[in-house]
């Protein structure tokens, strides 16, 4: 693989004064436009391990290179989150006394985003996931499945380079999470967005590019 957009080498992590042992040396390496399972139970360190790759924590040893940064940096981890780097959790984290346009805003919002601009583009990725007839709703009201769109449009509104998704289809019936990993599947190749993807779930896995496999803090089969 050349030039990857994720570069990532003996990555160790342990909490509790280094007597719980989460991640065990994992490398591993993401190109452009590619969508890359991290497939095991709960506990085997997936979600560790993406919270490393997007700067949420910080790993005991090893070395990172997201997107020609390293998450480490506090400086490199702001200019991650706000120009190269989306997140999409198990649990949408959306604001739900604010509308689904005011919560798409928010990343614009912080990073400065004219607000004309902010608009159309508010417009054109809901129009993307079938929300536009949802827009002036408040979170609280609209269904679980249509959350986790807002929350992946959200993820998108800086038109990252990568996407984060930690368990996204978690906490959706089977109909829904069929419908936003779908929504995920299509966004790879038409935007040239690369995707990592944590899940337990084996049958979202087979349908990535490539699927790596977590267990006891090592990827054990790639």
Same mark, same amino acid.
């Given at each position: 693989m050349t030039d990857p957009l994720i570069s990532a080498r003996?990555?160790?992590k342990t909490y509790d004064g280094g007597r719980v042992r989460v991640l065990e040396g994992v490398s591993l390496e993401v190109g452009a436009g590619e969508m890359v399972a991290l497939w095991g139970a709960s506990g085997s360190g997936?979600?560790?391990?993406?919270?490393?790759?997007?700067?949420?924590?910080?790993?005991?040893?090893?070395e990172i290179s997201v997107c020609g940064l390293d998450p480490r940096n506090e400086e490199h981890r702001l200019a991650l989150r706000r120009r190269h780097l989306g997140f999409v959790?198990?649990?949408?984290?959306?604001?739900?006394?604010?509308?689904?346009?005011?919560?798409?805003? *928010?990343? +614009? =919002?912080?990073?400065?985003?004219?607000?004309?601009?902010?608009?159309?583009? $508010?417009?054109?990725l809901a129009e993307a996931v079938g929300l536009a007839h949802r827009l002036d709703h408040r979170i609280q009201d609209i269904s679980g499945g249509e959350r986790q769109r807002t929350a992946i449009c959200r993820a998108l509104m800086?038109?990252?380079r990568l996407l984060l998704a930690d368990e996204p289809t978690g906490s959706l019936d089977e109909e829904t999470g069929d419908? *936003?990993? +779908? =929504?995920?599947?299509?966004?790879?190749?038409?935007?040239?967005i690369s995707i $990592?993807?944590?899940?337990h779930e084996r049958r979202f896995a087979e349908q990535c590019d490539r699927v790596?496999?977590?267990r006891a803090g090592r990827i054990e089969r790639a």
């Amino acid at each position: 693989m050349t030039d990857p957009l994720i570069s990532a080498r003996g990555l160790r992590k342990t909490y509790d004064g280094g007597r719980v042992r989460v991640l065990e040396g994992v490398s591993l390496e993401v190109g452009a436009g590619e969508m890359v399972a991290l497939w095991g139970a709960s506990g085997s360190g997936k979600s560790t391990l993406l919270h490393l790759l997007g700067g949420l924590d910080v790993p005991d040893s090893g070395e990172i290179s997201v997107c020609g940064l390293d998450p480490r940096n506090e400086e490199h981890r702001l200019a991650l989150r706000r120009r190269h780097l989306g997140f999409v959790f198990q649990l949408h984290n959306l604001i739900p006394d604010l509308t689904v346009a005011e919560n798409l805003r *928010v990343p +614009a =919002l912080a990073n400065g985003e004219p607000s004309a601009a902010t608009r159309v583009r $508010v417009r054109e990725l809901a129009e993307a996931v079938g929300l536009a007839h949802r827009l002036d709703h408040r979170i609280q009201d609209i269904s679980g499945g249509e959350r986790q769109r807002t929350a992946i449009c959200r993820a998108l509104m800086n038109s990252p380079r990568l996407l984060l998704a930690d368990e996204p289809t978690g906490s959706l019936d089977e109909e829904t999470g069929d419908t *936003v990993f +779908a =929504l995920l599947r299509h966004l790879a190749p038409t935007r040239g967005i690369s995707i $990592v993807l944590a899940t337990h779930e084996r049958r979202f896995a087979e349908q990535c590019d490539r699927v790596l496999q977590v267990r006891a803090g090592r990827i054990e089969r790639a």
